[in-house]
């Protein structure tokens, strides 16, 4: 896999007392007309892949399930979560959506080759990682905080990972999270305006 077509990131608090804690190391990568992302700590058990225009989909790996131990039964289908492939407009479409809650955020190394997406220290936002595509010759739009890209498609279609905030209503959790779990986002079924997960904290007495 070549380095333009790869991006590396993570969600990170980079100031104050919690510094360092972070989602863990995700990856963005193309292969002729697929867009493909995964955590690096789900060490090649699920994946998300944006195949062309005809398989959108969360989904356990095939070289996961041919291993002694799956996590999933192999007489099950193993993309359980299917989605349409969004609308371009103006010559581009938001993707996919990896969305990290402070909760979601724990202790971990911090590799240097990614990118660290900055998070803040507050329980009131939402940070993103977001996945365009565009049209042979079409950038982003002007203003957008570009993490890395273009990544190249086969078709003259470009890849690229963005990130931005959002407000939401949030209170302090008491804790730092033992683990962090993904929930998958659909447009069909929550009010969102592209495919995604949510990390998430989760706790475990």
Do not use: C
């Not at 099950?76 to 990896?98: I, Q, S, Y």
């Amino acid at each position: 896999m070549s380095k333009r077509s790869k991006v590396r990131f993570a969600f990170t608090i980079q100031h104050g007392e919690n510094r360092g804690l972070t989602s863990g190391s995700l990856r963005v990568w193309t292969s002729k007309e697929d867009t493909y992302m995964t955590s690096v700590a789900l060490n090649g058990t699920w994946k998300v892949s944006l195949h062309g225009e005809v398989a959108w989909r969360i989904a356990v790996t095939a070289e996961h399930l041919r291993s002694e131990n799956p996590v999933w039964p192999v007489t099950e289908d193993r993309a359980p979560w299917k989605f349409a492939p969004t609308e371009f407009v103006d010559g581009r479409r938001l993707a996919f959506v990896v969305a990290a809650s402070r909760g979601a955020l724990i202790p971990g190394p911090l590799d240097a080759n990614d990118t660290h997406i900055a998070v803040e220290d507050r329980w009131d936002q939402i940070t993103m990682a977001q996945i365009w595509m565009t049209e042979p010759d079409v950038d982003l739009p002007d203003g957008i905080r570009l993490i890395g890209g273009p990544l190249p498609l086969a078709s003259g279609r470009s890849v690229w990972v963005t990130a931005d905030v959002q407000e939401v209503p949030g209170e302090r959790e008491s804790m730092v999270a033992s683990g962090i779990m993904a929930q998958p986002l659909m447009p069909d079924t929550h009010d969102v305006s592209a495919p995604g997960i949510l990390l998430r904290g989760v706790h475990v007495a």
